[in-house]
């Protein structure tokens, strides 16, 4: 079983509607905890950083950490065409540079 | 540059033949990092370098594998007698800190296809 795991989809969202994506882990050390957007063919680019358990918010992108659980979500609000990539979780223990990724999910918003 | 730059950007190999990947990360940059991407996969960790030193070479999947970053700025990841199971993107990332942080960020990956 992997350290992290992600529903890879393909998730497939009109225009204007709520995306929630959501990743699983295993490993109960893991403090830090990173949403990444990549567009096809391009490297991933950060959307969102928490430390610890609790929400986040940034523009129309909400991230949620339950360390009780073990699970952490994404969601993005009036969703958009150019929202359409692939997004990864990631996450890492304290004082670790290695980051353990989510195999991504693949959102495509249709206009 | 204004980011991580990677060449090539695509490149084609016959097994068995070497290959070098070249990164070079933003100015100033302490860590960097090589993550291999296999298709529909997340990134997996290959190795970490801080400045001119290879703090951890752990992901390198095998022998074959050599990363090396002399002068503390380029590096070069190489593959000996390549494999088809090598087919991947391998992504460079760079952050101005020592360890990860929020300040990391990737470059757009080599694809590698080995035939």
């Known amino acids: 079983q992997k350290e992290v795991e992600q529903d890879p989809g393909p998730l497939s969202v009109p225009e204007g509607a709520i995306v929630s994506l959501n990743c699983t882990y295993s490993n109960s050390a893991f403090q830090y905890f990173m949403w990444y957007r990549q567009y096809s063919r391009k490297g991933p680019e950060l959307l969102m950083y928490t430390y610890s358990s609790g929400n986040k918010e940034d523009g129309r992108f909400t991230a949620q950490v339950d360390k009780s659980s073990k699970y952490i979500s994404l969601f993005i609000r009036d969703s958009q065409p150019s929202d359409s990539a692939t997004y990864l979780c990631?996450?890492?223990?304290?004082?670790?540079?290695?980051?353990?990724f989510g195999a991504g999910t693949t959102v495509t918003v249709r206009a | 540059g204004a980011g991580v730059s990677q060449s090539p950007r695509y490149k084609v190999a016959k097994r068995g033949q070497d290959v070098a990947l070249r990164c070079d990360p933003i100015?100033?940059?302490?860590?960097l990092f090589w993550y291999q991407q296999a298709l529909g996969q997340g990134p997996e960790f290959l190795t970490y370098?801080?400045?001119?030193?290879?703090?951890?070479k752990s992901g390198l999947p095998s022998d074959r594998f050599f990363a090396e970053r002399p002068e503390g700025s380029v590096s070069t990841l190489k593959i000996q007698r390549t494999q088809q199971e090598d087919s991947a993107v391998y992504l460079c990332?760079?952050?101005?800190?020592?360890?990860?942080?929020?300040?990391?960020?990737f470059g757009q990956g080599t694809r590698l296809t080995v035939v």
């Open positions: 990332a760079s952050s101005q800190t020592t360890g990860w942080g929020t300040e990391a960020f």
């Open positions: 370098f801080q400045n001119e030193a290879q703090l951890d």
């Open positions: 100015s100033g940059h302490v860590s």
């Open positions: 990631a996450m890492s223990e304290p004082n670790d540079y290695k980051l353990s």
